[in-house]
């Protein structure tokens, strides 16, 4: 592959290794359900996922027919271990954040695996935050779900100590900074 920098295939944003040949697993929807089963979003009738496998030449039709996945059977299969495992891995170090590892200086890691104390008062209020998975992965850097419910003026004092720098050099060189500007 072009611009890969190494032998591993790419991969896309969900973690899945991405093909150059976009009809490798085609996915259809079949709307071929039973009345009884509705879903319960768009009014109608539940959406099933069909699996064609990849399709050679010489291939009769029973070896295409596919399977039908229900709405609920791929939801399974998205809570299942194995799924979680393969999404819940960093794209930069191949951690598994899924089994609480992380890489200290990765950026994608942020140095947490799936859930990380609040960052806004180091965990004083005691609230555990989730990484966002598809979020993190998106932009390559740690990206968290959480709320910090200590009072917005102790949230501000704690984001002032803990993300600016109070030495005298740093003061100094500020100081520098606007003389000479």
């Known amino acids: 592959m072009a611009g890969n920098w190494n032998n591993s295939p790419a991969l896309d944003d969900e973690g899945f290794v991405e093909t150059e040949n976009a009809d490798d697993e085609a996915m259809e929807v079949s709307n071929q359900q039973a009345d ?14 069909f699996y064609v496998p990849d399709i050679q030449p010489n291939m009769t039709s029973s070896d295409i027919s596919g399977k039908d996945y229900s709405k609920s059977e791929v939801e399974d299969l998205m809570k299942s271990e194995p799924y979680q495992k393969k ?22 890691c942020g140095g947490y695996p799936l ?9 004083q209020c ?23 419910t200590l009072p917005q003026d102790e949230q501000q004092a704690y984001f002032l100590r803990n993300h ?13 900074d606007l003389h000479t500007s």
């Open 164 to 176: 600016t720098e109070a030495s005298e050099d740093t003061l100094t060189e500020s100081l520098q």
């Open 36 to 49: 009884s089963e509705v879903d319960e979003v768009l009014n109608g009738p539940q959406a099933t996922v």
């Open 115 to 123: 859930t990380r104390p609040c960052p806004i008062c180091l965990g």
């Open 126 to 148: 005691d609230e555990v935050w989730h990484r966002n998975i598809k979020m993190s992965h998106a932009f390559h850097e740690a990206q968290w779900d959480g709320v910090c």
């Open 87 to 108: 999404i819940a891995t960093c794209h930069l170090c191949h951690v598994c954040w899924f089994d609480g590892n992380f890489t200290k200086d990765c950026h994608e």
